[in-house]
């Protein structure tokens, strides 16, 4: 469980501000992941990227941003654009990219964001 | 429609009877099925999942079925336990744009009644 990491575990946003989620992983995973989890919902892929400064948008992108410059780190912006922040984030990694195969997913504990 | 759906969202069942948990998807290029379980208050962990190239799988209590041609996956949990109280998610590998991408079904909340 150690392997993949985020921080911090509650976050507090007021308005119009941008706020970052962090994500680290030591499990040397070429691919990581940004879910959000809401009641009733399961899990909705916001951004993946599958190797070192690369990354694609999942289902509900718009109001994040994410980089990629190191192996082990992906961190998720929530930005002001995001009207709807309050949420459960889940960060993920596998192996490799899904590729047609398929890749077991480990995630990290989550932040819970909540807006003032 | 959803890419994945999941049925039922809430399972009430007493200790030692059986769980069953279903799941149908769009994609029919999809060919790995994994199941996560997801304790209050904690991440999501793997607990069983199936490749298209068989058709089921068990794991002690644990098991999952997959009908290809279908296009749906199920998992079986036999005397049920207290502790195997949980959400349990299923998913799948749905090609999108060139890649293959996971999706989960909403969520199964399963209450075992001692």
């Known amino acids: 469980d150690g392997g993949i990491t985020q921080s911090p575990k509650y976050l507090f946003r007021k308005e119009g501000q941008n706020v970052t989620l962090s994500c680290e992983q030591n499990?040397?995973?070429?691919?990581m992941y940004w879910y959000r989890q809401d009641p009733g919902q399961g899990l909705r892929l916001i951004y993946y990227s599958q190797i070192v400064n690369d990354f694609q948008k999942g289902d509900i992108a718009e109001g994040y941003s994410v980089s990629r410059e190191k192996k082990e780190s992906f961190p998720l912006t929530v930005t002001s654009a995001q009207k709807n922040p309050t949420a459960f984030y889940l960060c993920?990694?596998?192996?490799?990219?899904?590729?047609?195969?398929?890749?077991?997913?480990?995630f990290g504990p989550g932040t819970r964001l909540l807006v003032l | 429609g959803e890419n994945v759906e999941q049925h039922p969202s809430t399972l009430s069942v007493q200790e030692g009877d059986s769980a069953v948990i279903k799941c149908t998807y769009s994609?029919?290029?999809?060919?790995?099925f994994p199941w996560y379980k997801q304790e209050l208050g904690k991440r999501p962990q793997l607990i069983i999942d199936i490749r298209s190239n068989v058709g089921e799988k068990k794991d002690q209590r644990i098991a999952v079925t997959l009908n290809k041609t279908a296009k749906h996956f199920s998992l079986h949990i036999t005397e049920t336990q207290p502790e195997d109280s949980a959400v349990y998610f299923c998913a799948a590998n749905l090609a999108s744009g060139g890649s293959y991408i996971p999706t989960f079904g909403r969520g199964t909340s399963l209450i075992v009644h001692p």
């Open positions: 993920a990694s596998s192996i490799r990219g899904q590729g047609a195969k398929g890749e077991t997913q480990y």
């Open positions: 994609d029919s290029a999809s060919n790995y």
């Open positions: 499990l040397n995973h070429d691919a």
